[in-house]
């Protein structure tokens, strides 16, 4: 078995390396710069393919043989530039589907997101028969969406999207950051107490999901991940930052109220302004309410079953 892996130099990707290596798979992975490259070989990839998601020459000759490919490269940034975002979620995703298709790989896994839904109703139990918003909130929602189309529209190939909700887990080169400098700065606040339910899914779940979305994954076809039953999320954020042992307070705003900021930042943004609060209209909407999403369809047309429990992965951060 011979597969290529986008984003391995990431959080998500470097953990999907490391699995496939431990199962004797051989992973050819790209990097687009020799720190990535160590990054990659350190994971356990047997080849770092330099390049970019725009080199379509590099991505031909390191998809040459390969049985599937993992796309987990991404932008991520909602606050950041829409060209860039485009660039990289959209038309990446375009140039490595096109260049699987042209070196006559099997299978394409693309990673996506619960953001998808960002702009339409309130994500509550939320499954894969809930249509994308006509008008999707925010870059990331907006280029993630159109990235799903990419992929969905593809021929040549079979190519399946999973959607894991709140990726987290040991290792975390994103949330955990990012909480530990709100917190040591003294910039954290809840919103709304941050009394509300959300789905999770820790990392090694997300590959768990990957793979048997890869064996068994039904082309075109979309499939949420998570942890299992939703968690209370101000227990669950209070419990990660008590693995670093961060104390987050009682401070909060109300929803209206960090709606209007977000808002406010976002008409800013707009108008060219950088160097902003991280806080969008988007963030307000995936971790200042309830969103929850329903994988039964992942259980029982992939046989998912998540390896790890939520109590496991935090006892794994904390050692």
């Given at each position: 078995?011979k597969?290529?892996?986008?984003g391995?130099s990431g959080?998500?990707g470097g953990?999907?390396i490391?699995?496939l290596?431990?199962?004797?798979?051989e992973v050819h992975a790209?990097?687009r710069?020799?720190?990535?490259?160590?990054?990659?070989?350190?994971r356990g990839?047997v080849q770092?393919?330099?390049?970019?998601?725009?080199?379509?020459?590099?991505l031909?000759a390191?998809?040459?043989?390969c049985?599937?490919v993992?796309?987990?490269?991404?932008y991520?940034?909602?606050?950041?530039d829409?060209?860039?975002?485009?660039a990289?979620?959209v038309?990446?995703?375009?140039?490595?589907l096109?260049?699987?298709?042209?070196a006559?790989?099997r299978t394409?896994?693309h990673?996506?997101?619960?953001?998808v839904?960002v702009?339409g109703?309130?994500?509550?139990?939320?499954?894969?028969?809930?249509?994308?918003?006509?008008?999707?909130?925010g870059?990331?929602p907006?280029t993630?969406?159109?990235?799903?189309a990419?992929?969905?529209s593809?021929?040549?190939?079979r190519?399946v999207?999973?959607?894991?909700r709140?990726i987290w887990?040991a290792?975390d080169?994103?949330?955990?950051p990012?909480?530990e400098d709100?917190?040591r700065?003294?910039?954290?606040a809840?919103i709304d107490?941050?009394?509300y339910?959300?789905s999770?899914?820790?990392?090694?779940?997300?590959?768990e999901?990957?793979?048997?979305a890869?064996e068994r994954?039904?082309?075109g076809?979309v499939y949420?991940l998570?942890?299992g039953e939703?968690?209370e999320f101000r227990a669950?954020?209070?419990?990660?930052?008590?693995t670093?042992?961060l104390t987050l307070?009682?401070?909060?705003?109300?929803g209206?109220?960090a709606?209007?900021?977000?808002s406010?930042l976002d008409?800013l943004r707009?108008?060219?302004?950088?160097g902003?609060p991280?806080?969008t209209?988007?963030?307000v909407?995936?971790?200042g309410?309830?969103v929850?999403?329903d994988?039964?369809r992942?259980?029982?047309e992939?046989?998912y079953?998540?390896?790890v429990t939520v109590?496991?992965g935090?006892?794994?951060m904390?050692a």
């Amino acid at each position: 078995m011979k597969v290529f892996v986008t984003g391995g130099s990431g959080f998500l990707g470097g953990r999907l390396i490391e699995v496939l290596a431990e199962r004797g798979v051989e992973v050819h992975a790209l990097a687009r710069s020799p720190r990535s490259e160590d990054r990659v070989i350190s994971r356990g990839a047997v080849q770092a393919v330099r390049g970019d998601l725009a080199d379509r020459a590099a991505l031909v000759a390191g998809l040459q043989g390969c049985d599937a490919v993992y796309h987990c490269a991404a932008y991520v940034d909602d606050s950041g530039d829409f060209d860039e975002a485009w660039a990289v979620n959209v038309e990446g995703t375009r140039a490595v589907l096109e260049s699987a298709v042209e070196a006559d790989v099997r299978t394409f896994i693309h990673v996506s997101t619960e953001a998808v839904l960002v702009g339409g109703d309130p994500i509550v139990r939320a499954d894969e028969r809930r249509t994308l918003p006509e008008r999707p909130l925010g870059l990331y929602p907006t280029t993630k969406g159109a990235a799903e189309a990419v992929v969905r529209s593809a021929e040549g190939i079979r190519a399946v999207i999973v959607r894991p909700r709140f990726i987290w887990g040991a290792g975390d080169t994103t949330l955990l950051p990012r909480l530990e400098d709100a917190a040591r700065s003294g910039q954290w606040a809840w919103i709304d107490r941050g009394q509300y339910a959300t789905s999770t899914c820790h990392v090694d779940n997300v590959v768990e999901g990957m793979l048997c979305a890869a064996e068994r994954g039904e082309h075109g076809e979309v499939y949420f991940l998570t942890d299992g039953e939703p968690v209370e999320f101000r227990a669950f954020i209070e419990r990660m930052a008590a693995t670093r042992h961060l104390t987050l307070g009682e401070r909060s705003l109300p929803g209206w109220a960090a709606w209007m900021l977000a808002s406010g930042l976002d008409g800013l943004r707009a108008m060219g302004l950088r160097g902003l609060p991280p806080l969008t209209r988007t963030a307000v909407k995936l971790i200042g309410e309830e969103v929850t999403v329903d994988d039964s369809r992942a259980r029982a047309e992939l046989g998912y079953r998540p390896p790890v429990t939520v109590d496991q992965g935090l006892e794994a951060m904390r050692a």
